[in-house]
């Protein structure tokens, strides 16, 4: 059979609505629909893929480490690779190696980014053609969220109701040039590692909540209004959406046994701050939103940016800004930027 | 009419499964039943109330102070005076002298101490001879959880259904020697005043809340679980309800809108400190509890208090650390501890 190299690059998504609780661990299946804003290469993953006879083990490296995936979290995820070659029929094992560029586990969506590309990559290397929807139904059993970083711009995960999850997949909603102006200024605080997975953390929420039903009661509306604000281009209707909805996300985490507390003093200051420049305006300038960690992403449109970073800029926890605008999903490199080495058996010195 | 300055002490309460919410503002009808200790006179109220021909108008001194009581929070709470020169049938104006030994406003529950306080000593200048039932349904109308500070030990709020209130009163469940062992270890961690009060606060949740009705079908239940487990002398029950009910209330503040954020790094360091006591001792050592402030209260079993300040005096952030025991409730002083001067219309110097 034909060895093939195949590269791709891919990027996080930030959730607009989220997506925290599952109904099926080991389909991933969601208790609830969510959205997110898929985002542009400047935080990005870089995966090569090959499946080789000469392999006798798959052999995952990630950021120049190899893993250990035997009975791991990582080893889970390669679930996709399984996947993938139960379609492609092909029992070859597979080399991967794959870099992020930006810190892994700490909120910023390093495994949205990392099973979207990997899923992205090695359905390359098989010689997969994939529609999108059915790449991110097998980027989802990766890692939930990566089912939303398979395509870009504004991104709808709908839960399904099917036990077997074959309703449970993304659909773009909004290309990114059909909203150019919304943007994500994402001010990262902390590089230190979370102390409670998201993984861990939802099967926790799920199973000890005491208010979380009621999250789920309000969520499946909040992702219609949220669709229905953009496809509007009511940037207000949309902001205080996201706003609400991550302090509810994380009100669920208050409220699980032990209870998971992401946002900090410094998330806090970011909260106070932009509530502060949306009450001195009038109007919502900046939209916060918090993941399983305490970085923060400022959504707003590209015109109010400078308003954002001028106020982070003055605050001593922000360690550095990005401006963030749409991506367009993950996308095929050249053999020029492969990251396996010549031999098939270990990545480029 | 007689002239008679009536002085009182009188203690805060920390609620162990906690009042969040008014169903009535006015008559101050608590969404849910609560349960409190009442603390010993370590931190305390001191109150003088005189009623006197001599006076135009209630004046109104707050540690020193001499308070504005047109159309603020302070001259609302003095509704208590209106309740019982009405049950007296006295017209007097009052002069009222009060001096709390903590600070107040961070959370350290000043006004109920201080209304509970106010409370008593003004039905002694009056001459009135209540139940503490009673006198728990006046200071309810000046701060909620007043009521609970009108009798020692471990009470019970019944937050009652009857829309005038007259079954909306504190009740003791177990006197202070009953369960001698059961403390209050208090952390104080910043005098800083609070950035939304907790009457404001209450109202946005009950206003706003998404998450808050499932706390409310929660919290009977939960009241009726921890009366059972202190009627058991079961810390072990009691303490996870405590942990669970004060993060679950702080949740619900987290889900208004705009957010409101009480608990902060400090809080958090204390949560996982105890946490890790808990895990390590295979048992709960103690269980903290917040209310609308950042300081930590860890009630514990007497036995173990060592243990719980070893660790607490390990914390920077930590200022100072007090045992508090269950208290008596409010007490009558002699003359000779009378706040007030002779002539009758100003505090003593």
């Known amino acids: 059979m034909v060895e093939r190299i195949a590269t791709a690059v891919g990027t996080p998504n930030i959730a607009l609505i989220k997506y925290w609780g599952k109904r099926d661990d080991r389909l991933i299946l969601p208790m609830n629909s969510s959205v997110s804003m898929t985002l542009d290469e400047q935080l990005n993953t870089r995966t090569s893929v090959l499946f080789s006879e000469k392999l006798q083990a798959d052999t995952v490296y990630i950021n120049g480490t190899v893993q250990d995936i035997n009975g791991t979290e990582v080893g889970e995820r390669m679930v996709v690779l399984d996947i993938l070659r139960g379609m492609a029929g092909d029992k070859r094992k597979a080399l991967v190696v794959s870099n992020n560029q930006f810190p892994t586990g700490s909120g910023l969506a390093s495994s949205a980014s990392g099973l979207a590309t990997l899923t992205y990559a090695a359905a390359g290397a098989l010689g997969l053609e994939l529609q999108p929807r059915e790449l991110s139904m097998v980027a989802r059993r990766g890692s939930g969220s990566a089912c939303r970083s398979m395509m870009g711009g504004i991104v709808e995960w709908r ?19 059909e909203w150019p102006e919304l943007v994500d200024v994402m001010a990262i605080l902390t590089e230190s590692r979370k102390k409670v997975s998201s993984r861990a953390g939802m099967k926790q929420t799920v199973q000890t909540g005491i208010l979380y039903r009621s999250r789920l009661d309000y969520v499946e509306g909040a992702v219609e209004r949220a669709i229905d604000a953009m496809r509007k281009r009511d940037f207000q209707a949309l902001g205080e959406l996201i706003m609400r909805d991550s302090m509810n996300m994380h009100a669920t985490m208050l409220d699980t046994w032990p209870p998971i507390m992401y946002l900090d003093d410094s998330s806090k200051e970011i909260i106070y701050k932009v509530q502060e420049l949306n009450q001195s305006e009038g109007r919502i300038v900046g939209a916060y939103t918090f993941d399983a960690g305490s970085n923060a992403n400022i959504i707003a449109l590209e015109k109010d940016v400078g308003k954002i970073t001028d106020m982070l800029e003055g605050l001593g926890s922000v360690k550095n800004i990005l401006k963030l605008k749409m991506g367009n999903g993950p996308r095929r490199l050249g053999d020029g930027e492969s990251l396996i080495d010549g031999t098939g058996l270990k990545p480029v010195a």
């Open 159 to 177: 839960k399904g109701d099917k036990p077997d999850g074959s309703d449970s997949y993304a659909e773009q909603i909004i290309k990114p040039g």
